[in-house]
């Protein structure tokens, strides 16, 4: 059976070539400076795609945007949209800034794989409850990734680190 003759086989094979081209690109990792100072461009995008009406703040529907300026932007609950820039809620000082970028590099989050299981099915239904996106950009290059809280306890890290700068309390894991 050929492609032609076959769409949802053509579906499948023309999403795994996206995938396999997006992950291959996902392995560059932009150059981190060697001294350790955050670069000028420095900026994170941060979406949790979660439930509009949820009161914990990880689950959620919220975007964070940390712009270049050290500029923190926040919206949550059904204001959360892409269309719509966030409010302004702090600006952070070069040791806040530095202890997020240090996050970011010591937890290799420019390299961080997407997750599988946070990949719409056909039905453009997720399979799980909440899904992180991610994207970071520094030393002129952009890494977007997009995960579950369970498969990268750095970025639930990095989301935390926001959160408490947005003015926000992160509620203590529960244990099983």
Known sequence: MTCSTNPPLL?????????????GCAGEVGP????GRVPPDFAIEFMIRGNPDSRNPRTQWSRYVLEPNRGLRASFGRHAVV??????VHRLEHRELEKIYRHVTQHQLLAE??????????????????????????????HRYATTPEESPPTVSLLVLLMHLAGREAPAERSP
């Not at 579906?11 to 992950?23: D, E, G, P, W």
Request: aromatic share 10%.
């Open 113 to 142: 794989p997407t997750s599988p299981r946070s990949e719409t099915i056909e039905t453009g239904k997720p399979p799980v409850d909440v899904i992180y996106d991610v994207s970071i950009d520094s030393a002129g290059r952009r």
């Open 32 to 35: 981190v400076p060697s001294d």
């Open 11 to 23: 579906f499948h094979m023309t999403r795994f070539m996206v995938v396999t081209i997006l992950a």
């Open 83 to 88: 269309q719509t820039y966030p409010r302004f």
